[in-house]
């Protein structure tokens, strides 16, 4: 079944690698996360690839870093219409960036690092991924959820943090998602929006929002 979605612009870029474009994250905020100081992982993805030496830089960098304290969650959703399913394993509140990263991304003096250890499962009823993208950060003091980030992949990577990659069609992915919440955000909720989107047959599927509780 193959599905034509109402999305806005910026949704529909995110989603046009995909036949299925009601996977992605929330496009009424979008607009709002992309005027966020901080780089999210599609911004900073190329940036990442271009430098040769980052991954050396960030494991260099994270010497010295405290990895912060895992923090079980252990709560599951799933999308009964789109198929996706995810369990909340556990997160770490108050992971402490380097200096050097402090030094090389100057919004962090200002922001926490929280990560978020997920397991993803795909739909394997339509063509589509489920991955880091697809979930948001919210309850933000400004209300707009916050995306991911990459600018720290690297180095949560070398402090044993595996980066969360894109689950695809019918396959299940595990892994660490990053956030860089305002210091004073106390309440961390993690949302997965699915969006409203009409299938090639007319059938409407409906927005809903999932949100799993970190603290």
């Not at 219409?81 to 991304?105: I, N, R």
């Not at 720290?152 to 860089?180: H, M, Q």
């Amino acid at each position: 079944m193959r599905v034509r979605t109402f999305l806005p612009a910026v949704a529909a870029f995110v989603a046009c690698s995909a036949l299925l474009t009601a996977c992605g994250g929330d496009s009424d905020n979008d607009s709002g996360a992309a005027s966020d100081p901080t780089p999210t992982r599609s911004a900073t993805a190329s940036a990442d690839a271009a430098s040769p030496s980052a991954a050396a830089e960030a494991a260099e960098g994270s010497e010295g870093a405290a990895a912060g304290t895992p923090q079980a969650v252990n709560k599951s959703f799933e999308d009964d219409v789109m198929g996706h399913k995810a369990t909340v394993l556990k997160y770490v509140p108050d992971y402490e960036p380097s200096a050097a990263a402090k030094s090389k991304f100057s919004a962090l003096e200002n922001q926490k690092v929280v990560l978020v250890n997920v397991k993803v499962t795909a739909s394997a009823k339509y063509y589509t991924s489920f991955g880091a993208t697809s979930f948001r950060l919210t309850g933000m003091s400004n209300g707009i959820d916050q995306a991911s980030t990459t600018i720290l992949d690297d180095e949560v990577k070398a402090a044993g943090y595996e980066p969360l990659e894109d689950a695809k069609t019918g396959k299940s992915s595990t892994g660490w998602i990053v956030f860089t919440p305002a210091k004073d955000t106390q309440k961390l909720v993690l949302r997965y929006k699915r969006l409203a989107a009409k299938t090639s047959d007319g059938k409407a599927i409906t927005a809903k929002t999932f949100d799993t509780p970190l603290n």
